[in-house]
């Protein structure tokens, strides 16, 4: 078989773990739908911290997945595989990819797209399955989100700090948050945190000990972990849950357990990506019923803070290792 330019596109390549100029434009075959995928005209991709792992080689591409980095896209369906239902060629949808969304286009299981939400552009709309597949299934299926009162979120100016602070305070939690400065903090209160704690000047155990009177929060949502670990538990109220996403500081760590008796707590957390496609068709499934709404109903947003070409992904991951960003970045495709 004979492939012609019309059957490549462009694309980035992790030519070798290392800094972000290992990340290479380069040309490949465009993907072709098997039975149950979708093929995405990619118009712009959310850039991830799993990315900047995937890229420094501290995380493993699954079997069968995408070796290109990007985890989300937003565009429109090009072409259907067999037996693929509620879409057709020409929609314009956002999803969840097993790798590969630094490209022009990207291969997808039906079970991961999901109709663009009303009052959102399609480079906003980049910004959303990875952080929303993560919460749902995170603090909503694991965590009981929707019968909570309160959450403390840990990073709150993050891209998932960001987009939980916004749907927990529209389901009408209380929602404490922990940011690195002024600035960050006033962003986050901006988004809905009833309390944003700058924690190099708090301590952030203190705080949640005041603000709910000692009775502790309902849940913690950590990415940190390390000592963190210990200091979330006494945050923690009666039947709270611990909910890590990662653990930056360290996932080795001396911790004492009993509060785990004494408060009756529950420690949880998963990595979405190994998740079978029945997982997340049930979590696709709640974000239509429960959060797509929101963005119609103008209770959340998205929150793009920085826009970049797609053969500028090593600057997109520069900036996003510096810290200096609120919300989500985003590359867009060439116009």
């Known amino acids: 078989m004979t492939i012609t330019s019309q059957?490549?596109?462009?694309?980035?390549?992790?030519k070798t773990p290392g800094a972000p100029s290992v990340l290479t434009t380069a040309f490949r075959e465009r993907p072709v739908p098997g039975p149950g995928q979708v093929v995405i005209k990619v118009m712009a991709s959310g850039v991830n911290?799993?990315?900047?792992?995937?890229?420094?080689?501290?995380?493993?591409?699954?079997?069968?997945?995408?070796?290109?980095?990007?985890?989300?896209v937003a565009g429109y369906v090009h072409e259907i595989g067999e037996g693929v239902d509620g879409f057709n060629a020409g929609d314009a949808v956002c999803a969840l990819t097993p790798g590969g969304g630094?490209?022009?286009y990207c291969l997808a299981p039906v079970e991961q797209c999901l109709p663009l939400p009303e009052n959102v552009s399609m480079t906003e709309a980049a910004t959303l399955p990875e952080v929303y597949f993560t919460l749902w299934f995170n603090l909503a299926m694991q965590g009981n989100l929707?019968?909570?009162?309160?959450?403390?979120?840990?990073?709150?100016?993050?891209?998932?700090g960001s987009a939980a602070i916004q749907l927990a305070s529209s389901l009408g939690l209380d929602v404490y948050t922990t940011a690195a400065d002024g600035p960050a903090c006033e962003?986050?209160?901006?988004?809905?945190?009833?309390?944003?704690?700058?924690?190099?000047?708090e301590d952030f155990v203190a705080v949640i000990r005041g603000e709910t009177e000692g009775r502790g929060v309902d849940l913690v949502l950590d990415m940190v972990g390390g000592?963190?670990?210990?200091?979330?538990?006494?945050?923690?109220?009666?039947?709270?849950?611990?909910?890590?996403?990662y653990y930056l500081k360290g996932s080795k760590v001396e911790v004492d357990m009993m509060p785990v008796l004494v408060k009756n707590l529950t420690l949880t957390g998963s990595l979405l990506r190994p998740q079978p496609l029945s997982v997340k068709a049930e979590i696709a499934a709640g974000l239509?019923?429960?959060?797509?709404?929101?963005?119609?109903s103008g209770k959340i947003r998205p929150v793009v803070?920085?826009?970049?070409?797609?053969?500028?992904?090593?600057?997109?991951?520069?900036?996003?290792?510096?810290?200096?960003?609120?919300?989500?970045?985003?590359?867009?495709?060439?116009?």
């Open 7 to 14: 059957d490549l596109m462009k694309c980035v390549e992790i």
């Open 187 to 201: 962003f986050c209160a901006g988004l809905g945190a009833k309390r944003a704690i700058n924690y190099l000047e």
């Open 146 to 160: 929707l019968s909570a009162r309160s959450l403390l979120v840990h990073g709150g100016s993050g891209g998932i």
């Open 305 to 335: 803070n920085k826009i970049f070409s797609l053969d500028r992904a090593s600057d997109a991951h520069t900036y996003i290792e510096s810290g200096q960003h609120f919300g989500k970045i985003v590359l867009q495709a060439d116009l």
């Open 227 to 245: 000592d963190y670990i210990q200091r979330n538990m006494e945050c923690l109220g009666q039947k709270g849950r611990l909910v890590n996403l």
């Open 49 to 72: 911290y799993p990315d900047v792992l995937q890229r420094q080689g501290r995380y493993n591409v699954p079997p069968g997945a995408s070796d290109l980095p990007g985890l989300e």
């Open 102 to 104: 630094y490209a022009e």
């Open 288 to 296: 239509t019923d429960v959060v797509w709404p929101l963005f119609q």
